[in-house]
Nanobody, 124 residues
Framework: QVQLEESGGGLVQAGSSLRVSCAAS????????MGWFRQAPGKERDFVAA????????YYADSVKGRFTISRDNAKNTVYLQMNSLKLEDTAVYYC?????????????????WGQGTPVTVSS
């Protein structure tokens, strides 16, 4: 069973960039389709981005398309989310998730393992 740990969150100004990471242990990340989700206070957990096992296919929510980039380094057992041109509405706790079966899913129910999350706060 894979364990996931996010890092890299913090307080940043609107318009700046931040990269959050998700490190896996207890299993090879190459076996999992990976996703990033976020949850703002009082709201549901929403899909942000996903990446196939090989990294060749990526998927994004419309709200982040063109600003965020998901990537993975299977040799380092790590998935990244590069966030550029951050907006106030990007403020949330960011979670990475692993899906045992291949194939794109944007629902939280499609993922089997979750990290504890890393908070990102964007200020004006």
């Amino acid at each position: 069973q894979v364990q996931l740990e996010e890092s890299g969150g913090g307080l940043v100004q609107a318009g700046s960039s931040l990269r959050v990471s998700c490190a896996a242990s207890g299993g090879s990340l190459s076996m999992y389709f990976m996703g990033w989700f976020r949850q703002a206070p009082g709201k549901e957990r929403d899909f942000v981005a996903a990446i196939s096992r090989s990294g060749r296919s990526t998927y994004y929510a419309d709200s982040v398309k063109g600003r965020f980039t998901i990537s993975r380094d299977n040799a380092k057992n790590t998935v990244y989310l590069q966030m550029n041109s951050l907006k106030l509405e990007d403020t949330a706790v960011y979670y990475c998730a692993a899906r045992s079966r291949d194939g794109y899913r944007s629902s939280v129910h499609g993922y089997d393992f979750w990290g504890q999350g890393t908070p990102v706060t964007v200020s004006s």
